[in-house]
T-cell receptor, first 112, second 118 residues
Framework: GENVEQHPSTLSVQEGDSAVIKCTYS??????FPWYKQELGKRPQLIID?????GEKKDQRIAVTLNKTAKHFSLHITETQPEDSAVYFC???????????FGTGTRLTVIP | GAVVSQHPSRVICKSGTSVKIECRSL??????MFWYRQFPKQSLMLMAT?????????EQGVEKDKFLINHASLTLSTLTVTSAHPEDSSFYIC??????????????FGPGTRLTVL
């Protein structure tokens, strides 16, 4: 089955700096890679996703890159703000798959 | 769009009792719903996949007789924790996926239920 690894487990950055979270996956059939943000005690919220027909996708301060050859994808947050502080989960899946395979999460702290 | 509700948000019960958690897709039809368990500071652990009108598929290590899942309609799935024990205390989150369309893989999460068993 699919195995998703996520690094780092914790990340602290100064407000305004960039944050990068990396994930690797094992199954070459995976073609859907969402990123979720979870604030304490709340539901995971989809913030961005990418499909394997593109290598990069950007939405304002958030971007995701995908390297299918190397089987890794990354989340980039620029100009971080304190409200970006949360736990971020990556996941992988493929068309027709029943479920998402989640990474172990990264706790991001943005220091004002 | 794509809102998922979950009820109750918090429940405290005595050991040995059963607790039912409801998960509803409010503005879309969900052929498939998922139930996750999340321990503090840990990732989402998939417990089971719930398909409308059929038996749920449980992940390895999850007792189906303890965690009863019913997906009676395209908008409602329930998880019943039977004979709850303190070790069942956790944050339970459901998610739902639309029946069809381009975003077939995308899951929408409920707000979660914090279960505390005394």
């Amino acid at each position: 089955g699919e195995n998703v690894e996520q690094h780092p487990s914790t990340l602290s950055v100064q407000e305004g700096d960039s944050a990068v979270i990396k994930c690797t996956y094992s199954d070459s059939a995976s073609n859907y890679f969402p990123w979720y943000k979870q604030e304490l005690g709340k539901r995971p919220q989809l913030i961005i996703d990418i499909r394997s027909n593109v290598g990069e996708k950007k939405d304002q301060r958030i971007a995701v890159t995908l390297n299918k050859t190397a089987k890794h994808f990354s989340l980039h947050i620029t100009e971080t703000q304190p409200e970006d502080s949360a736990v971020y989960f990556c996941a992988a899946s493929w068309t027709g798959a029943n479920n998402l395979f989640f990474g172990t999460g990264t706790r991001l702290t943005v220091i004002p | 769009g794509a809102v998922v509700s979950q009820h109750p948000s918090r429940v405290i019960c005595k050991s040995g009792t059963s607790v039912k958690i409801e998960c509803r897709s409010l503005d879309f039809q969900a052929t498939t719903m998922f139930w996750y368990r999340q321990f503090p500071k840990q990732s989402l652990m998939l417990m089971a996949t719930s398909n409308e009108g059929s038996k749920a598929t449980y992940e390895q290590g999850v007792e189906k007789d303890k965690f009863l899942i019913n997906h009676a309609s395209l908008t409602l799935s329930t998880l019943t924790v039977t004979s709850a024990h303190p070790e069942d205390s956790s944050f339970y989150i459901c998610s739902a996926r639309e029946s069809q369309g381009f975003n077939y893989n995308e899951q929408f999460f409920g707000p979660g239920t914090r279960l505390t068993v005394l």
